[in-house]
Structure formats: structure tokens, C-alpha cells
């Protein structure tokens, strides 16, 4: 049996007093520095480095945008880092300030890391708003809503928001007029928006007609059908001409008129964007070909803005694409063509309209969609070609085929089933950024009548679109 090795002994280890304390004294100090430095290195230094609050900023206005210190920082109802002190504080929606303050942020520090501080901050209108900057906000709202009227299918990917609420919300904040729901309600154009729409529905019996017209083609179970039956149109025009200058441009003068605009009657959308209705025009003339490569020189050579080699201002000021007179080179110098000019955008035709006002004394403009119609009333050749061709009837020429023409109409969804010269006018009030209408074809579509309508973005330029003017004498 083995035997327990015996250690030898040892002096025990003693610790000496420091400072005239013993050891138990200083021992516990030092624990208890050791305690205070760990807890005001981990609860009280990140707060101190970086003290503030989490900051819900919740907008009197939907989506309205935050700037903080003269820097965008998000949008509203969103949760943001803001730090201690004084800050500017600025909300703007649709390029209009609405709120312009000062805020005061505290300096909370224990445990911030780990315990968010929250702050909830309402964001009342302080800013003395003009009506035109009440409407400019407004405008943005509706303009998002004919946005998203372009979709009609969402998903988990393409998400609806909540645009008509957004809307009420603005409306009621600012305390506009009803009508503009009217408008609004005109651009639904599935049942996602026509959901929402419901959810705002007020007395305005303006709203009502929209809402019903989209609740038979949207709703459950509804159905509708609109539209009233094509009528034959007998008005004759006669012949006229508009010069100006080294400018001519021959016409048809038609006087005012009533009649049937579309193809009879429709119950599904988009078919009853041609739903047959009646509607007025007043006296106009209507060239009798479309603007032409020379003519567009012309415009050009008198306003040097508009020139091709000028497009990278014109695109960044909105007013066409980069396709802006792509594969033309107007010039009044080298034996100018005297086909259609094409690889314009609407806005693009609004200024060479503007151009011929000015130079003629005439409003000249682009006819609309329903004076575009008249003239091109009982019209069934179709223009294969690029070649115009003034025979000198009382009926203009090209009318279908050629080039698309651009009108001065929106594309309103809605528009035939609740109103169409009431939403126009609206419409036109607005300045809205929609679609605008083209009427006639291309020499490359098929199976185009005149009932037929298409629709492109305001600063759009295609190579089979074109324009027709039209004029009054004022």
C-alpha cells in the first residue's frame, strides 16, 4: 500500500496593506471601480458618444418627405436615428414646403444600445399655403393614381398602394373641393383601384358616377354595358387655308357639330374605351395633311431650342425622349421633305403649336380626339405609305395610315362612362402628366378603324407617330 507523498511546508501568501488600507478595503474599491468603469463603459458611453432618439415623423400629408438639417432624410411615418440637439426641420410634398420648424431632440444614455429611445412627432401644416401649392399637392396625387392606372395586374412584386386613401387624406387636409374625386375616380382601372376607391366614398355625386361605371366593370358579380349605337355623320367641310409668311397649310373648316364619337356599345374594359357617345364640337378646321418633315424645319430654324442637336436639354427638361427625331434631319436648306414628320413628343407639338399662335394670329392647337373623329368621319382607305397625297376634296387626306397622330385629348379609363366633357374639362384643369390620345394608325398597323385610340406618355417620341394641327380664329 502506498503512502500519501508528504509536501513540504510553506509560508502562506499575505497581502500587504496598500496605503495604510487593508487588503479587504481596497480589494472591495478595486471591485467596485472595476463594476462603475464596466457599467459606464457598457450603459452610459454609447449613449454619450452618440446620444438621440428614434424619431417617427407622421406627415398631416401622405408620402410627404423629410429634411432634416437642409438633408433629405426619408419619408414621413418611417422611424429615423435622430441625435440630441436642435434641428431644422423641414416636410415637403410635391416640391411645396408644408412644415418648416425647429425640433429639440434630448440626450437619454443608459443602455441606448441595448433599449431603444422612441419619440413620436406629429408634423402639423405650418407653412401658409397658396391655392396653387394646395393644388400642386393635390395634382401629385392624382397624377400617381393615373400612374398606377397603367397597371392592371398586381402581385407580391408589383404592390398597389394605398393611393385613393392617400388622396382623401390630402383632400380633407387641405380642404379642397370634391371635384377633384370626380377626376380621380375617372382613372380607375381595375379592381385593386376600385377597392381602394370605396374605402373614400363621400356624397359628391360626381364621385357616384365613377364609382358605379367602375363597380359594373370591376365589381363582383356586376355587369354593364355602355355606349350608344353609331349614327351616320352628314356634315361636309370646306376648304380653307391658314398662311403665314413663308408658312401654308390648306384645311377643312367644319361648323359646330353634334354627333356620335365611337363604335356602339361596350360592357368590358378596355373595349369601352371607344364606347359610342355624343358629343359637341364648335367650329374648327383641320389641316388637311399632317405636319410635314419641312414644315417641322420651319419651327425649328425660327426656335433653335427645339433642334435635334439640342436633345440632351430637351430630355432633361422633360419635353421628349431620346428618341426625338431619330432618323430625320430637318432642314429648310437642302431640299426638305414633304412627308410627315415623325419622332415628335406631345409636348414637342404643343410648342410647335404655340409657335404657329404666335406667327398666324390664329390659336392653333391639336385637335382633339373628338374633332379628330369628325373629320375622319366615314374615312376607310387606308394610307400605305409616307407619301402625302391633297387631292383637293373636302374630306383631309390620311387619315388612317400614314403615322399615328397625336391629339389633344387624355386617355381617361373612364372617361365615355361618366361624363366625357365634364372629365376633359377637369382634366384639362389639372395638367395632369397622363397619357394623351392617338388617333388613325400607322402605314405598318393593321385592322385600325377610326374608332380605334392608342396611347403615349406626354414627352414620348415614336417613329410612327406624327401630328395633324387644327385652328380656330381665336
Known amino acids: 500500500m502506498k503512502h500519501p507523498a508528504e509536501l513540504p511546508e510553506v509560508d502562506p501568501v499575505r497581502l500587504k496593506p496598500f496605503l495604510g488600507m487593508q487588503p ?3 480589494l472591495l474599491i478595486l471591485y467596485v471601480v472595476a463594476i462603475v468603469l464596466i457599467l459606464f463603459l457598457v450603459g452610459f458611453l454609447p449613449g454619450i458618444m452618440n446620444g438621440g432618439r428614434y424619431v417617427t415623423f407622421h406627415g398631416t400629408l401622405s408620402g410627404s418627405g423629410i429634411y432634416l438639417d437642409g438633408s433629405y432624410l426619408g419619408s414621413a411615418d418611417y422611424q429615423y436615428f435622430v441625435k440630441s440637439g436642435t434641428h431644422s426641420l423641414m416636410v415637403r410634398k410635391a416640391d411645396v414646403v408644408v412644415t418648416d420648424e425647429k425640433i429639440s431632440i434630448d440626450h437619454p444614455v443608459f443602455f441606448t444600445w441595448l433599449v431603444h429611445r422612441t419619440k413620436q412627432l406629429e408634423l402639423p401644416i405650418t407653412a401658409s399655403l397658396t391655392e396653387e401649392e394646395k393644388r400642386a399637392i393635390i395634382r401629385f396625387d392624382v397624377n400617381e393614381i393615373v400612374r398606377y392606372s397603367a397597371i392592371t395586374d398586381y402581385n407580391s412584386v408589383t404592390v ?15 380642404e379642397m373641393p370634391d371635384e377633384i374625386y370626380g377626376l380621380a375616380g375617372a382613372y380607375i382601372s381595375g379592381k385593386e383601384m376600385y377597392r381602394d376607391a370605396l374605402q373614400v366614398v363621400t356624397d359628391d355625386v360626381l364621385f357616384a358616377q365613377e364609382l358605379n ?16 349605337g353609331k349614327e351616320p355623320v352628314t356634315v361636309t367641310g370646306k376648304r380653307t387655308t391658314l398662311k403665314a409668311e413663308n408658312f ?7 361648323p359646330e357639330t353634334v354627333f356620335v364619337m365611337g363604335d356602339g356599345s361596350k360592357d368590358a374594359y378596355p373595349d369601352t374605351n371607344t364606347a359610342g357617345i355624343r358629343v359637341t364640337t364648335r367650329a374648327f378646321t383641320i389641316a388637311t395633311t399632317p405636319v410635314t418633315q419641312q414644315q417641322w ?38 431640299s426638305p421633305t414633304g412627308r410627315p414628320v415623325y419622332n415628335v413628343s406631345y409636348k414637342a407639338a404643343q410648342a410647335f403649336c404655340a409657335w404657329l399662335s404666335a406667327k398666324t394670329g390664329k390659336r392653333v392647337f391639336l385637335p382633339s380626339e373628338a374633332q379628330w373623329s369628325l373629320a375622319a368621319a366615314g374615312v376607310t ?12 376634296a373636302t374630306t383631309p387626306s390620311a387619315m388612317l395610315g400614314g403615322v399615328w397622330e ?23 384643369a389639372w395638367v395632369l402628366n397622363d397619357d394623351v390620345i392617338v388617333k388613325g394608325g400607322s402605314y405598318q398597323n393593321d385592322g385600325i378603324t377610326v374608332d380605334s385610340i392608342g396611347a403615349v406618355t406626354q414627352e414620348a417620341c415614336g417613329d410612327l407617330i406624327g401630328l395633324r394641327i387644327a ?3 381665336q
Open 471 to 473: 385652328w380656330t380664329e
Open 297 to 334: 424645319a420651319q419651327f425649328i430654324e425660327e426656335n433653335p431650342s427645339w433642334a435635334k442637336s439640342n436633345i440632351a436639354a430637351l430630355q432633361k427638361e422633360g419635353l421628349v425622349d431620346q428618341n426625338y427625331l431619330a432618323g430625320l434631319s430637318p432642314t429648310v436648306r437642302f
Open 160 to 174: 398597389y398602394p394605398p393611393l385613393f386613401a392617400n388622396l382623401s387624406k390630402d383632400m380633407k387636409a387641405l
Open 24 to 26: 479587504g478595503l481596497y
Open 248 to 254: 401654308t397649310q390648306d384645311g377643312i373648316m367644319y
Open 381 to 392: 382607305e387606308y394610307q400605305r405609305t409616307l407619301t402625302l397625297d391633297d387631292d383637293g
Open 213 to 228: 361605371a367602375a363597380k359594373a366593370l370591376f365589381g363582383e358579380g356586376v355587369s354593364q354595358s355602355f355606349g350608344t
Open 406 to 428: 397625336l391629339t389633344g385629348s387624355r386617355y381617361i379609363p373612364l372617361a365615355r362612362l361618366c361624363g366625357y366633357e365634364r372629365i376633359c374639362v377637369l382634366a384639362d
